[in-house]
């Protein structure tokens, strides 16, 4: 099993829409969990950064983690063409190191 | 220059050349990444450096050789390379674990997409 599983889409909205991406885990120590984007030919770019479980909310990110089910989320509100690209998941524990654990990533396309 | 800078951001090379890549970070981090990014994959790991030592190495060939000379500064040096190495390589820095802040997670640079033929 994976440590990280991430739909990879593609997702296709239009423009307006309420955007959900999602990834799920199986390592219950995680405890930082990052949604990163990133553009055709571009480095990933760290979008939300969340500690632990909770909600956070960023202009029209918004962030959800879900540490009972192992879940979390990302909504992109009024989601525009600019928002087109794809958008990893990521963590990683507290206390062991520099290891990070990446989704395969979720492509996105805001049909304008 | 700011974030991490990463050269050449596109490279050619035959099976039996050598080449470096270079990546920089004005971040004042003391943490540096290699992954490796191929298409419907996760981010691979290469190698890790913490204050200039190599504290992780997974499993990665021996055509593969990181070099961390300061804090600032990591290459990757490249030979006799395979075909089923093209993939973008991606650089990426941090502070060291501690606290709770935003500055925990990884700053990436743009990459280098590598061909090998």
């Known amino acids: 099993q994976k440590e990280v599983e991430q739909d990879p889409g593609p997702l296709s909205v239009p423009e307006g829409a309420i955007v959900s991406l999602n990834c799920t885990y199986s390592?219950?120590?995680?405890?930082?969990f990052m949604w990163y984007r990133q553009y055709s030919r571009k480095g990933p770019e760290l979008l939300m950064y969340?500690?632990?479980?909770g909600n956070k909310e960023d202009g029209r990110f918004t962030a959800q983690v879900d540490k009972s089910s192992k879940y979390i989320s990302l909504f992109i509100r009024d989601s525009q063409p600019s928002d087109s690209a794809t958008y990893l998941c990521a963590m990683s524990e507290r206390n062991t190191g520099n290891q990070f654990y990446f989704g395969t990533g979720t492509s996105l396309t805001v049909i304008p | 220059e700011t974030g991490v800078t990463q050269t050449p951001r596109h490279l050619v090379m035959g099976m039996t050349n050598k080449k470096s890549l270079k990546c920089e970070q004005h971040l004042g981090h003391n943490a540096m990444y290699w992954y490796k990014q191929s298409a419907k994959k996760p981010l691979e790991l290469m190698f890790v450096?913490?204050?200039?030592?190599?504290?992780e190495n997974n499993s990665v060939p021996s055509r593969f050789s990181p070099e961390c000379p300061n804090s600032s500064h990591l290459f990757l040096h490249l030979h006799t390379l395979q075909p089923e190495d093209s993939a973008l390589y991606l650089c990426a820095s941090s502070p060291l674990r501690g606290g709770t802040g935003k500055g925990e997670t990884q700053y990436f640079g743009p990459g280098t997409r590598l061909l090998v033929l």
């Open positions: 969340t500690y632990s479980s």
């Open positions: 390592n219950s120590a995680f405890q930082y």
């Open positions: 450096y913490n204050f200039k030592e190599q504290t």
